[in-house]
């Protein structure tokens, strides 16, 4: 089991101008606590669009407790009043780490090697994930898992362990990762976002789940 207690952060699909996310969002919100929401817009969408259904979001995040943070549009992050940007890869991490650090929270996805992900957290970026979809496909959880472990054993800056499945969430959490990201399975579960997140609670480690 893990040694430390790993908190729960929550993934947005992609959201476009035109999107109505803020109901299923606060039902996820209110089944648990949550240190952070990656908010992930669609980077061609129109930015005054975007800015307008994202205010709302980040305000309803931010009442729930979490960090709000804005994956795809950087120029948004202040104007939408996030509280610091997730980012892909190890040039956008180093950019975003020169424009926002310190004011604002840098996370660092994306990162498909080791190297990529040891590079990251050089650039004093807050955290890094495993296990985000990429162009190859979501990783299997297994993988995640090894990666969330590896790097929580030898590094300090912060692990993040995305779960895109309901079935991933038990392995990524049973590593030493501080954090487990809850993605797609919130969003596509039968019975809705609130009872997903409930699962997933139930999926982890009784110490981590109390």
């Known amino acids: 089991m893990a040694d430390t207690l790993s908190r729960l952060m929550l993934v947005s699909p992609v959201l476009t101008a035109g999107s109505s996310f803020l109901s299923p969002l606060a039902g996820a919100l209110g089944a648990a606590e949550f240190a952070a929401v990656i908010l992930r817009v669609e980077r061609e969408a129109d930015e005054r669009g975007l ?10 995040v931010q009442e729930a407790g979490a960090a709000a943070l804005i994956e795809g549009a950087p120029d948004l992050v202040g104007k939408s009043g ?3 940007a997730h980012v892909l890869g190890v040039a956008q991490t180093r950019a975003a780490v020169e424009r926002f650090k310190p004011e604002k929270i840098v996370g660092a996805g994306a990162l498909r090697t080791r190297d990529d992900a040891m590079t990251a957290g050089e650039t004093n970026c807050d955290y890094v994930l495993f296990g985000d979809p990429g162009k190859g496909g979501t990783p299997p959880a297994e993988a995640t898992a090894e990666r969330c472990a590896w790097w929580a054993e030898i ?3 912060p692990c993040v362990g995305q779960a895109e499945t309901l079935e991933a969430v038990a392995p990524i959490a049973a590593t030493a990762a501080e954090f ?8 596509t579960y039968a019975e809705g976002p609130a009872a997903a997140v ?3 609670i139930a999926a982890m480690p009784a110490e981590q789940a109390a």
């Open 82 to 84: 996030a509280d610091g």
């Open 198 to 200: 409930r699962a997933a």
């Open 51 to 60: 800015l307008k259904a994202l205010k709302p979001l980040v305000e309803a």
């Open 180 to 187: 487990v990201a809850l993605g797609t399975f919130v969003w």
């Open 155 to 157: 590094f300090t800056t």
